[in-house]
């Protein structure tokens, strides 16, 4: 990348300053170590950005980024990606009525359908998410507003939680488990997919609830307490439901492997997104066998059972389904990038080179002349 | 202390004596002196320990924190240490906690270290024993015990426990030997002499007898000043009377030499002895590199300031709406929401300033300050400035100024000791206008240059003879000149004419040396000094001796010396030797158009020369003088002006006898470094207190003015002729005329040859046109006076007195352009002038260590100058320069995507990166390759700077730390950060890119964009670098190793002393996503192209002469080298 050369610098300290024969034993103990660091001689590589050094770089990044960068563009438009927005803000769309009529205390659930087509099939797993927009998940007070040792199972956070998580510490006087704001507005709108046969059944769609937390959160950074037995409800004895949720943290799953603390959408909801309009993952389709596509072409249903309010705060909710590639979901930002800068380094490259011949030879002759 | 002053004022009055500014009255022995004289008043005088530490167990630790806290940058990161514990802050109080706990603890331990050093010092000093007299025996005691009065026993090589007036000693004659090598270096045995009247007091008991007193002046730092009395009272007659004066002062801290033991008492103890006077430190220096430093830290503060201004703003905007000031999954507790929202606004203000406080980072202080102190041992390691004769290197006084080293724009230097050798070689003398010239030296060159002129052998008459006999007796006899002889093993003293092996001449002038020994070629040798009389071995072998009368001793201002002597034969003679401008007007008789014309044709050839005149004196005669003297002597006040009259007096109607000559040699290798110093685009100025054709010659044969020189001269006797007036402005109009002609010929390419200039002013002239502006005119000419000089590319100012040289410096220091100047000297006479000028460069020279002491930075001999500034110099001001853009640069890529952060977070002061990495990112993060940058770095290799002295113009006028660079900094800094932030960003954008499908959060966004972050700015500086050791290699790889071990280990654990786990996997989950390297990658290469880009276009278009030899270098040795250069380039590419 860098023009170099090796240059050993030889230890000619002694080749100035006659060396007088008068430097007794006393004058010798005071002189100084003559080692190459301390005479600041260490062999070393003295590279020099010039224009000719810099060009094969340019060339190189230039050749190397555009391939890169179309590769990822391709697998980015490969992925296929379907999106719905069902927050309810139009009069005509289905979840209107249920985004008005909102109150966290209703006990009937409000329920809407959304109908949809997809025009191409999903071949391989097929990724649910939902998201949410205008969302400030990342505000500071929101972001600090959990206690990890209770989410680890630590009983003493248990039954007494951080200052954190106020105002969402106690509830009438019982501690909050999970504790904080984060956990306190846990989404809980349910989202189920029906695949409308041509032939006019509807066929429900298999979606699996695990996996779509880390790894490490799940069996790791989450724990439920250990009680004296196996049930959960007991050890969650003494403590309360979050304000606005509806059921206790040992409700929210039959899978004793996904409940409590450990329950994933809470894992992943307590994941806070980095900026305020995100995604979260919320199931996956899996591949059933290679003879059929995962979603084959045709319409479907998105049936949610609507709990969520974000009108308050102008917020939107969407259902997306999406294939992943290997790098991840649709995003051709890295594909452009990729190509933009391998494209101007490589005219930058041809620029660099003109220079170096129109002025690289003149300078370096006018130095050789004077 | 008030007593005696109200003591001195009554008997001011009463008895009307002298003028006492402050005195102090010490009864020897305690003892009180006889009734009826004076009322015994004791006084309180400190006891005698001497305390140089700062603290004591007790207060050192509130001391030191008050010390450390009173510098501004320490205070402003308190202050945001307090308002991170009082107010709800977004980080931690630990983030800006460790750092200054770990800078406080880091400099209270080396100050707390030095101060232990000091007490350790102190006491070894305080406890050593003194030997004191007390009812007639000698007691032990501690030194801190001692009190003024005491009589102290002082043996042979032991030190003086406190400032003493010599008593008596073991010799006969009242003297004793000191060295004050301790005090001011001089290694020279100097002679101190007992007050007569108590000389002879050999035992323990006759000292006890003695009733005294001693009137003296307060303590004042001078070394060589002292004023005093002592009454002596015998019996009940009226006190005797003896003056005191700097030749009865024992010093603290001298030793005391080839006499067995002296009786002396205590005047001056401990803290207030002239040695502990003289520890007050000098004034701090600043560079200018501190100055820009500063300025750009006024800028950022200001930048934090808006910063956290904007952003309150901002959310009290964006807040307006209640649904996003407090949506419902995000409550605020009760107590918030009680504030007043003018409190809330000022705390949310704060925690913004919190923030953002890391644009100001507490490590750069640190590692400035780092930097330069161990950069400076370079200094003293380096073995090229190591002189074999000395037997040293170069010292490093004050490691403040390296980089001013870097930017010397002009260089006063003395010339005697400094330019030349000052060691003196006696050349030849005249009689009467015959040369000789001792053998020993004559070559062929002098023998041709003198030719028709008598030769020693040729004997000038039997008048003539006595004349010439006369001539080297008063030359064996006018001096100050101590033999030191060594003793064999056997005790048995060796004589002069004995052998030079074991004996040679000590005195503080090599001036006197020379001619003793010059002398001695010529037949006469001094032999000693013994019971007053001096002996000198004739030619004939016989020894003459005279009595020594008196010393007239040399001093500048008088600029001669002189002794009465009487010879055995009876005859009373006074010799005097000095100046020629100062004996010539007091000479009435004797050749003296001959002398003159070889006295300036000597000095034309840069000798220095002395003339000699003598007068035979009358036994009359020499009792006035005795008396005149005497009663000046006495004098308390006004001694030196009296005394002064009084030689005036005596020193008048000579007979010119002759001339001498000595070659002061040049030093080694001073043309060539005058040289390359201009050729650096420095200023040269020799200041020098020699006559001015003595200091011309030696300005021509140090090459700073050369042949082509126009000399413009501004001297007495110029301005005799015409007015100073005319003189100043005729000078100033050619000068003038040449620099305009020069700005036309810089337009049309011709200025390669322009012709330059050179100045001589004396210092009559100088003080005539620095004298204060009495009318309009005189104000001019100071202009007019820098106006020339500006224009001149090398001035020599002669016949100046120090502290003209200090005036010169200021005056150019003064001077509108504010250029850096340096003073290079090696006597006491250019301290005043080393502390003046922004650096000071000492010689350890012959003369003492005044000025080596004194000085920022010592260097053996005169040609290291050169490898000071050209090598040093230029390497430590790129390296700071490197240093402070850095810093600047990194925190402002690392704090603005917190700031662009905020505009998606609603305003809520959510920190990007997690503490650990806010913490460590300026201390262990990117701290250790800049460091070590701006210890090894060099743009050039040391061998061209050396030979070509032009780069340094490259970075004159600071103009690596220029405006324009510094936004250039920070504008790539913005740029950076731009691109990290929104790299980021939109990589995130509303997806995943993990291959799993799951989602990423906020703080591996953060973690993203610190990755990014200390990847560029670690390889932004590895593209600076031009200089790649091995440890550079170790450094740079090894810190972004680190970084990512750190992160590893950080997220791999959940660490239980934390109340969050929100790093936990959060590093390795990133990593796990073949997009994140992608991105950080691509997002690396964006950051780093436009300075690429920008360095490369400079270099190929508008080179500088340093980038110009940077690439001529590599041409030449690119052939060699292209294998590996493709190695290299293939290695990258696999990196």
Redesign the interface.
């Given at each position: 990348?860098?023009?170099?050369?090796?240059?050993t610098?030889e230890e000619d300290?002694?080749q100035?300053?006659?060396?007088?024969p008068?430097?007794?034993v006393?004058?010798?103990s005071?002189?100084?170590?003559?080692t190459a660091f301390?005479?600041?001689?260490?062999?070393?590589?003295?590279?020099?950005?010039?224009?000719g050094?810099?060009l094969?770089?340019f060339f190189?990044?230039g050749l190397l980024?555009i391939p890169?960068g179309i590769g990822?563009y391709v697998t980015s438009n490969n992925i296929k990606e379907y999106e719905i927005d069902y927050t309810g803000v139009d009069m005509s769309s289905p979840c209107f009525n249920c985004s008005q009529n909102y109150s966290w205390n209703s006990t009937k659930p409000c329920r809407c359908s959304v109908s949809f087509s997809l025009d191409q099939p999903f071949e391989s797993?097929v990724?649910m998410?939902y998201?949410l927009s205008n969302?400030?998940?990342?505000?500071?007070?929101?972001?600090?507003?959990?206690?990890?040792?209770q989410l680890?199972g630590n009983l003493n956070a248990l039954k007494d939680p951080?200052k954190?998580c106020?105002?969402?510490r106690m509830n009438d006087g019982l501690p909050i488990a999970p504790c904080g704001?984060i956990a306190?507005?846990l989404f809980n709108d349910t989202l189920e997919l029906y695949y409308n046969d041509p032939n006019g059944t509807k066929t429900l769609i298999k979606l699996v609830k695990t996996?779509?937390?880390?790894w490490?959160?799940k069996h790791?950074?989450f724990r439920n307490p250990v009680g004296d037995g196996s049930n959960l409800s007991a050890v969650f004895q003494g403590t309360t439901k979050p304000v606005n949720w509806q059921k206790y943290v040992y409700q929210l799953d039959s899978d004793p492997d996904n409940n409590g603390f450990i329950n994933e959408d809470l894992i992943?909801w307590m994941?806070?997104?980095?900026?305020?309009?995100?995604?979260?993952?919320y199931r996956?389709i899996e591949k059933q066998g290679d003879a059929t596509p995962t979603l084959p072409r045709g319409n479907y249903t998105l049936l949610v059972t609507y709990n969520y309010?974000v009108r308050?705060?102008?917020g939107r909710k969407r259902m997306i389904l999406?294939t992943?590639?290997?790098?991840?979901?649709?995003?051709p930002?890295?594909g452009i990038?990729?190509i933009t800068?391998g494209s101007?380094?490589f005219f930058?490259g041809v620029v660099?080179l003109i220079?170096?011949h129109k002025?690289?030879s003149r300078?370096?002759n006018a130095?050789?002349s004077s | 202390m008030d007593f005696s002053a109200l003591r001195n004022l009554i008997s001011r009055y009463c008895t009307g004596e002298e003028n006492w500014v402050d005195s102090r009255t010490v009864y020897i022995g305690h003892r009180e002196p006889p009734p009826g004289t004076e009322a015994y008043i004791p006084q309180r005088f400190p006891d005698n320990r001497i305390v140089s530490s700062k603290y004591t167990f007790w207060n050192f630790v509130p001391k030191n924190l008050f010390e450390q806290f009173r510098r501004v940058a320490n205070f402003y990161f308190l202050i945001i240490f307090l308002v991170q514990l009082i107010i709800d802050t977004p980080t931690s109080p630990v983030t800006s906690g460790l750092p200054l706990f770990f800078v406080i603890t880091v400099t209270a331990i080396k100050q707390g270290y030095e101060d232990w050093l000091r007490h350790k010092a102190d006491n070894a000093v305080n406890q050593c024993p003194v030997h004191i007299i007390q009812h007639g025996k000698v007691v032990r005691k501690q030194s801190r015990k001692l009190r003024v009065g005491d009589v102290v026993l002082v043996k042979e090589d032991e030190t003086f426990p406190s400032d003493l007036i010599l008593l008596s000693t073991s010799r006969d004659d009242g003297t004793c030997f000191v060295t004050t090598a301790s005090l001011d270096g001089e290694s020279s045995h100097k002679t101190y002499y007992a007050v007569q009247d108590t000389k002879s007091f050999n035992t323990e008991k006759e000292v006890d007898m003695l009733r005294a007193t001693i009137e003296c002046e307060q303590p004042q730092p001078d070394l060589y000043k002292f004023v005093g009395r002592i009454n002596i009272y015998q019996d009940r007659d009226e006190p005797i009377a003896r003056p005191l004066g700097s030749e009865n002062l024992l010093l603290r801290g001298a030793t005391l030499k080839n006499t067995e033991f002296v009786y002396a008492v205590a005047i001056y103890t401990g803290m207030e002895s002239k040695m502990a006077l003289n520890y007050q430190s000098k004034s701090q220096k600043r560079s200018a590199v501190e100055k820009s430093m500063n300025a750009f830290l006024v800028v950022y503060l200001c930048i934090l300031i808006s910063k956290a201004l904007i952003n309150t703003t901002l959310k009290y905007v964006w807040q307006s709406n209640p649904n996003r000031d407090e949506p419902w999954y995000n409550g605020k507790t009760d107590h918030e929401r009680q504030r007043h929202v003018m409190i809330r606004a000022f705390t949310d203000f704060l925690a913004f300033m919190v923030l953002f406080n890391y644009i100001i980072p507490v490590s750069m202080y640190v590692t400035v300050e780092m930097q330069k102190f161990l950069g400076s041992y370079f200094i003293t390691w380096d073995d090229e400035m190591f002189d074999e004769e000395l037997g040293e290197g170069a010292l490093v006084n004050t490691s403040d100024l390296n980089e001013e080293l870097g930017q010397v724009e002009y260089v006063f230097t003395d010339k005697t000791g400094t330019l030349t050798e000052n060691n003196m070689e006696f050349i030849e003398c005249c009689v009467d206008g015959h040369v000789y010239v001792p053998h020993a030296i004559c070559n062929g060159q002098i023998l041709s240059g003198s030719s028709g002129i008598d030769m020693i052998d040729s004997s000038p008459g039997p008048d003539g003879k006595e004349r010439e006999e006369l001539f080297f007796r008063a030359l064996c006899l006018c001096h100050t000149v101590q033999v030191k002889e060594e003793e064999t093993v056997d005790g048995i003293k060796r004589g002069i004419h004995q052998g030079k092996a074991t004996s040679f001449y000590i005195s503080s002038s090599p001036d006197e040396v020379a001619l003793v020994e010059g002398m001695k070629r010529l037949g006469f040798t001094y032999l000693r000094l013994k019971d007053n009389h001096m002996e000198i071995l004739n030619r004939e072998d016989e020894v003459e001796r005279f009595e020594l009368l008196e010393v007239l001793n040399f001093d500048s201002v008088r600029r001669r010396m002189s002794v009465i002597v009487r010879s055995s034969s009876g005859h009373l003679y006074l010799f005097c030797k000095g100046a020629d401008s100062s004996i010539f007007p007091r000479v009435i008789s004797g050749k003296v158009d001959r002398v003159r014309a070889r006295v300036e044709h000597n000095a034309v050839e840069g000798l220095r020369t002395l003339c000699v005149a003598y007068k035979a004196l009358s036994q009359e005669e020499y009792h006035n003088m005795c008396q005149l003297l005497d009663s000046a002597k006495l004098a308390l006040q006004d001694r030196d002006r009296k005394l002064a009259e009084a030689y005036d007096l005596i020193e008048r109607d000579l007979v010119l006898l002759g001339a001498t000559a000595v070659e002061d040699r040049l030093q080694e290798k001073a043309a060539d470094t005058i040289e390359s110093l201009h050729k650096a685009g420095m200023k040269v100025w020799v200041l020098t207190g020699d006559k001015m054709e003595t200091a011309a010659a030696t300005c021509y044969a140090s090459k700073l003015f050369r042949r082509s020189t126009q000399i413009l001269e501004l001297t007495t006797k110029r301005t005799e002729e015409q007015s100073l007036h005319d003189v100043l402005f005729e000078l100033g109009r050619t000068v003038l005329r040449q620099h305009d002609s020069l700005t036309h010929d810089t337009f049309s390419g011709l200025s390669s040859e322009f012709q330059d200039y050179g100045l001589i002013i004396d210092g009559a002239t100088l003080s005539a046109v620095m004298k204060p502006a009495q009318d309009d005119s005189s104000g001019n000419y100071r202009e007019i006076f820098l106006e020339i000089c500006r224009n001149c590319s090398a001035v020599l100012c002669c016949r100046m007195a120090p502290l003209q040289k200090a005036q010169i410096v200021k005056l150019i220091k003064a001077s509108k352009e504010h250029p850096i100047t340096l003073a290079v000297g090696d006597g006491a006479n250019d301290v005043s002038m080393i502390l003046e000028a922004h650096v000071g460069i000492g010689i350890m020279g012959k003369e003492g260590r005044q000025a080596a002491r004194n000085s920022d930075y010592a260097i053996p001999k005169f040609k290291h100058l050169k490898k000071m500034l050209l090598v040093h110099g230029h390497y430590y001001y790129i390296r700071i320069a490197e240093l402070v853009q850095y810093f600047f640069y990194k925190n402002v890529c690392f704090i603005f995507p917190q700031f662009l952060y905020q505009f998606f977070c609603g305003f809520s002061q959510q920190p990007l990166y997690d503490t650990a990495y806010l913490t460590l990112y300026n201390i262990s993060f990117t701290s250790l390759p800049i460091l070590l940058y701006s210890l090894i770095e060099q743009h050039i290799s040391m061998d061209i700077l050396k030979r070509d002295p032009s780069l340094y113009r490259d970075i004159a006028k600071n103009c690596l730390l220029r405006w324009r660079i510094f936004i250039y900094w920070t504008f790539l800094g913005l740029f950076d950060s731009m691109v990290f932030f929104f790299g980021a960003y939109f990589l995130f954008d509303n997806t995943t890119f993990t291959s799993n499908g799951q989602i990423f959060g906020n703080w591996t966004f953060g973690t993203l964009v610190f990755t990014v972050l200390v990847f560029t700015v670690t390889l932004k500086l590895a593209l600076d670098t031009h200089y790649w050791t091995w440890i550079n290699h170790f450094v740079v790889w090894g810190s972004l190793l680190f970084y990512v071990v750190f992160s590893l280990l950080w997220g791999g654990v959940i660490w239980p002393f934390l109340n969050y786990q929100r790093m936990y996997y959060v590093f390795v989950q990133m990593l796990s996503s073949g997009p994140a390297w992608l991105g950080i990658g691509l997002l690396v290469i964006i950051s780093l192209l436009p300075d690429v880009l920008k360095k490369v276009l400079c270099r190929a278009l508008w080179p500088t002469s340093t980038e110009r030899i940077q690439t001529k270098r590599k041409c030449l040795t690119v052939e060699q080298s292209t294998i590996f250069m493709l190695s290299q380039t293939s290695s990258s590419l696999s990196f």
């Open positions: 990348m860098m023009a170099s050369s090796y240059s610098k300290g002694h100035s300053g006659a060396p007088g008068g430097g007794g006393n004058a010798k005071r002189k100084p170590d003559n301390k005479q600041q001689r260490l062999p070393a590589w003295q590279p020099i950005l010039t224009a050094t810099v094969p770089a190189i990044i980024f890169i990822l797993n990724f998410y998201g969302y400030y998940q990342n505000h500071r007070r929101y972001v600090k507003s959990r206690d990890d040792s680890n951080s954190e106020e105002p969402y704001a306190n507005s996996g779509i937390a880390w490490t959160d790791v950074k992943v994941r806070t997104a980095a900026l305020p309009t995100f995604r979260k993952l996956i309010p308050s705060f102008e999406s992943i590639s290997w790098m991840g979901g649709k995003n930002f890295l990038a990729y800068v101007v380094c930058l660099l220079i170096h002025y690289g300078s370096n130095d050789i | -």
